[in-house]
């Protein structure tokens, strides 16, 4: 399901002009501690309370998310079955379940989910995002590539990647069984950039682009194992999407780029090597390969 609107009181304060954002400390309440401790009966009572517009979180094609109040967690409503006969709470929760957050299930298919604080990428000024960490992109690729062992499919969208500006954290969320495996890093990629095209949105498409690359290089030049999945038809994508962003205008060092992210990473399959064993001309590629990132993309 893909949400919209998923901060209903942060997208009104953000079109209103010279307000200021405001983000409370973290805060749990007796009654978040023991919510799923209370009997099914108790817990259907506070869900169905909960059940109103001023704690409607977001929509979509299949259901609605409302806020539990004094929880940390939010409930999804189904449009199709749309009743609050919940019946007995199931918290025995597969690890697909736990993909999308999910802590307890209802007969009649509602779910109950941890509440992912933070704001819509999509809401979120791009230079703030550009500044975070390498480490808030590890941790959502890795995230993601969880999600797409336990064959689970990305629906792909800025509403569906969660920035807590007090972490510093990017939660993907709404994930669903697909047999067809997405992109990880290009996900990403689609979901950071702007498709205006202005001068301003090339050139922070280009600036993701090369943080990413950037990203991908430190994992396979580094002794240990890459922390989340990378794969040639991925950096292939990721290079041909970041060209259609910039209307073609990425020079043919791009494909040189690729090609030295092919061998990094062929080099990572079959061997364990850590970046003082690499082969002096794949050091040399690599100099030369954030070369282009810094010229090209980074400019």
């Not at 809401?123 to 064959?151: C, H, M, V």
């Amino acid at each position: 399901m893909r949400i919209y609107n998923l901060n209903i009181n942060y997208l009104t304060n953000y079109q209103q002009k010279n307000i200021q954002k405001n983000y409370s400390t973290d805060t749990v309440s007796f009654t978040s501690q023991n919510f799923l401790k209370q009997s099914s009966e108790k817990i259907s009572e506070q869900v169905i309370n909960a059940i109103n517009i001023k704690n409607r979180l977001g929509f979509g094609s299949q259901g609605t998310v409302y806020k539990i109040p004094d929880t940390d967690y939010c409930i999804k409503i189904l449009k199709k079955t749309n009743s609050i006969n919940f019946g007995t709470w199931n918290f025995n929760i597969s690890e697909q379940d736990k993909i999308n957050h999910i802590v307890a299930k209802a007969k009649n298919k509602a779910t109950i989910m941890k509440y992912i604080e933070g704001v819509p990428l999509q809401w979120e000024n791009s230079d703030k995002i550009l500044e975070l960490p390498n480490e808030s992109y590890i941790k959502l690729f890795t995230q993601l590539t969880e999600a797409r062992n336990l064959g689970m499919n990305f629906d792909l969208a800025p509403s569906n990647i969660i920035y807590n500006p007090k972490t510093n954290s990017l939660t993907a969320i709404d994930f669903y069984q697909d047999d067809n495996p997405f992109s990880i890093i290009t996900s990403v990629y689609k979901a950071l950039i702007k498709k205006s095209f202005s001068e301003s949105d090339k050139l922070n498409n280009r600036k993701f682009g090369g943080k990413l690359i950037n990203i991908i290089i430190d994992e396979l030049t580094k002794e240990k194992e890459p922390r989340f999945l990378i794969l040639r038809n991925d950096i292939g994508k990721l290079l041909e999407t970041i060209s259609r962003t910039q209307e073609y205008n990425i020079p043919k060092q791009i494909l040189y780029l690729e090609n030295s992210l092919n061998k990094l990473l062929l080099i990572k399959e079959h061997e364990h090597y850590c970046q003082e064993v690499l082969p002096s001309k794949i050091l040399g590629e690599i100099k030369y390969s954030k070369c282009i990132i810094n010229q090209i993309l980074n400019k």
